[in-house]
């Protein structure tokens, strides 16, 4: 995911309670991520979030609210729109009982039950990847402005690529 901007916490530095996190990256990150999410821009991003122990890891769970500027796919023009989503995300240490299993085989899938937790490469928790990952989840690739509507009137008579084949056999020699 984007490195444009970081918020790394030791695993380590959770075992001790409850800790609540605002994140809001400056200017210069906030025009990273929105290059790398292809936005046109990124106004506003704040996310606040609450790290709990979980297990041998730590339950991340918060939201973000973001003001993304983006091409509307009908007319083209740029215009502003305010996103929003939530996070909840559990993350493990490499060797955790809780990790899921690396094994192949057939996968069940429950789409009402929580995701299995993430699996730490390092002893760090990018906070701010999880912040810019969710986002990325709630950007629409093809945003409309707000009003716009795709007009389209198709054509009286619409002349069958068949009858068009038919008229070039028949025109040769």
């Keep these: 995911m984007s490195q444009a901007w970081t918020t790394p916490v030791r695993l380590h530095e959770l075992g001790r309670g409850i800790l609540s996190v605002r994140?809001?990256?400056?200017?210069?990150?906030?025009?990273?991520?929105?290059?790398?999410?292809?936005?046109?821009?990124?106004?506003?991003?704040?996310?606040?979030?609450?790290?709990?122990?979980w297990f041998d890891g730590v339950e991340i769970t918060g939201g973000f609210d973001a003001v993304v500027e983006q091409i509307c796919a009908v007319s083209l023009d740029n215009f502003e729109h305010p996103l929003a989503g939530d996070i909840e995300v559990r993350v493990v240490p490499v060797g955790s009982p809780q990790a899921p299993e690396?094994?192949?085989?057939?996968?069940?899938?429950?789409?009402?039950?929580?995701?299995?937790?993430?699996?730490?490469?390092?002893?760090?928790?990018?906070l701010a990847a999880y912040v810019v990952e969710h986002l990325a989840l709630e950007i629409d690739?093809?945003?409309?402005?707000?009003?716009?509507?795709?007009?389209?009137?198709?054509?009286?008579?619409?002349?069958?690529?068949?009858?068009?084949?038919?008229?070039?056999?028949?025109?040769?020699?």
Excluded: M, N, Q
């Excluded at 009003?147 to 028949?170: C, H, N, Q, R």
């Design 141 to 173: 690739p093809f945003a409309r402005k707000p009003g716009v509507e795709f007009d389209y009137t198709p054509p009286d008579e619409l002349e069958s690529p068949f009858a068009v084949l038919k008229k070039l056999k028949g025109s040769e020699p």
């Design 102 to 126: 690396a094994g192949g085989g057939e996968v069940e899938y429950d789409p009402e039950a929580p995701d299995p937790p993430d699996v730490l490469e390092g002893d760090a928790i990018d």
């Design 23 to 53: 994140l809001e990256p400056d200017a210069a990150e906030r025009a990273k991520v929105a290059h790398d999410l292809g936005l046109e821009s990124l106004p506003a991003l704040t996310a606040k979030l609450t790290l709990k122990p």
